[in-house]
């Protein structure tokens, strides 16, 4: 709406501009302001996830989560991963990990690269997590549950080795 505004006053000015300088060929010199396409914000809409207490999220053997934004009213939250692959866990296993605000990520995945007895969940760092998935391989699934009650937006990250660039989004509590 903004820019068809401005459009027409841009025009606006130019035919103003036309006849104020009076040359005999203006006639022939068109306004600038040939109408662009307004942006399409109804026919692709910005995909926000609706919150849900019942989160699902896939991810697969391209080392990829389906979603990167999950959407949850504050309280008790129900979270089901689904590894979609056939990949075996040990080569491509994930997990998912909500971390408390504030934590290092980069500090936090390289300490759980020697974590492999405990899922990829370092001891020392148990304190920064929320909640977690099990490492699962293909075929399999892991449900949690947990409770956050203080709205805000969480990081969630897959803490197998090496994965946390590709498979990494945000939990939004509201
Ligand atoms: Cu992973």
Redesign the pocket.
Known sequence: MKKSFKITLVAAFAIFSLFSCGKKDSKDIEPVATPTTEEPYEESPIETPVATNDLQIE?NDQ?QYSVTELRAPAGKITLTLKHVGKMEKIA????LVILKPGTDISDFTLKAVDAKDTDYIPASEKAKVIAHTKIIGGGESDVIEFTIDEPGTYDFI???PG?VS??KGKLIVE
Do not use: E, I, V
């Open positions: 991810s080392m491509m296993g994930h997990n897959c803490s197998f994965h590709m498979m």
